[in-house]
């Protein structure tokens, strides 16, 4: 009988995005060899993930998704924690996590929209969760969120959703796909663009051909998929140490919802906007304009706030909105978050990396076999 020498699995990640990321430190840590080619620096926090709030919020998002996605955001919920408590334990870094849930508010002239908002929740949630949606009253707004007594007579409160600092998660997720990558192969071609991709191999534009027994395609709208389209997101961040909110807040208002996420050290992400749109430009005057002048109708003291970024980004959504795990022509993909990023990416990446870990298996099982 010849001995075969154990040889270590190899995938090859076209995309160092939320996804590409979690799904480079999972197969790491099962022991895979990984090489990630992205067209970006690995510090580099102007992509999708860097550029947005990261919401855990299933509840709010039923408005504009499905019981799919709901599902999807459930199962994410019940891994965030325990992720990132492994990610603490391989990095020493700390990811602010927080789950006391979100509040959703009105003016007085919106008060209609945040009815109908709510009973549009209800109305789609599984009849045993419909009690996770809570209607507040001007004191019990206050009780939650002492910032807001005497500004909103209604709410509404989601006590099951959280939130994420991305920033503090992507760079959590470049030192442990580093650390994973020194112990178990493979290499981060960062400002590296891909020309193409096939089922055992990734072609750069620079004449590399990165051989892999998996490749897997996270690269957002720059990949290859049908139907796949970008959806322009535009956000604030501001530093406001005169306001303290305790968790996520969104007004509701007749033309937009803006969303109001609180940070360490006085920080608020902003966000509204939501533009059909391939632009990458920076943020537009109306956006600008729409974005603070909302804000200061939530607290006058935003009006004092100072603006420390404002960015853009293209979210890849798909033609039915929800999110890819497929294989297609010998390579597989994982796309189409959308504006459900941190909120679903957890049971994506799972069931991605049940996936490949089985199908990796099984080939070098027959490996073996054939060389008997």
Known sequence: MTMVAKRTAHVAIAGAGLAGRLLAWRLLGAGVAVSQIDSRARDDRDLAAGVAAAMLAPYAELVVSDAELFALGEQSLALWPQWLAELQAQTGQAVDFHQQGSLVVAHAP????????????????????????????????????????????????????????????????????????????????????????????????????????????????????????????EVLTVHCPQVVLQ???????????????????????????????????????????????????????????????????????????????AQRDGVWHLNGLYRHGFLVAPAMVQKAERTLLNALASDAAHAVEMSR
């Not at 997720?173 to 990558?181: E, K, P, T, V, Y």
């Not at 290499?187 to 051989?211: C, K, M, P, Y």
């Not at 939530?298 to 798909?318: D, K, N, W």
Request: hydrophobic share 45%; proline share 6%; charged share 20%.
């Open 247 to 325: 968790r996520p807040v969104r007004l509701i208002h007749p033309r937009y919802m803006l969303y109001i996420v609180p940070r360490a050290e006085g920080r608020f992400v902003i966000g509204a906007t939501e533009l059909e749109s391939q632009d990458t430009g920076p943020v537009t005057v109306r956006s600008m304009l729409e974005l603070a002048s909302a804000l200061y109708s939530v607290h006058p003291a935003f009006g004092e706030a100072h603006i420390v970024r404002a960015a853009t980004s293209l979210r890849p959504a798909t033609d039915d909105h929800q999110p890819v795990w």
């Open 110 to 233: 919106d008060h209609p929209g945040l009815a109908h908002y709510a009973d549009l929740i209800r109305y789609r949630l599984p009849a045993d969760k419909r009690d996770a949606v809570k209607s507040l009253d001007a004191a019990a707004v206050a009780a939650l969120e002492p910032a807001f007594a005497g500004r909103f007579d209604r709410g509404l409160w989601l006590p099951l959703e959280g939130q994420l600092d991305n920033g503090q998660l992507l760079n959590a997720l470049q030192l442990a796909i580093a650390q994973g990558m020194a112990q178990t192969g493979g290499q981060w071609l960062e400002r590296t663009t891909v020309a193409s991709v096939d089922a055992h191999s990734v072609h750069t534009t620079d004449g590399q051909a990165i051989e892999a027994d998996t490749v897997v395609d996270c690269r957002g709208v720059a990949a290859d998929w049908p139907g796949l389209r970008g959806v322009r997101g």
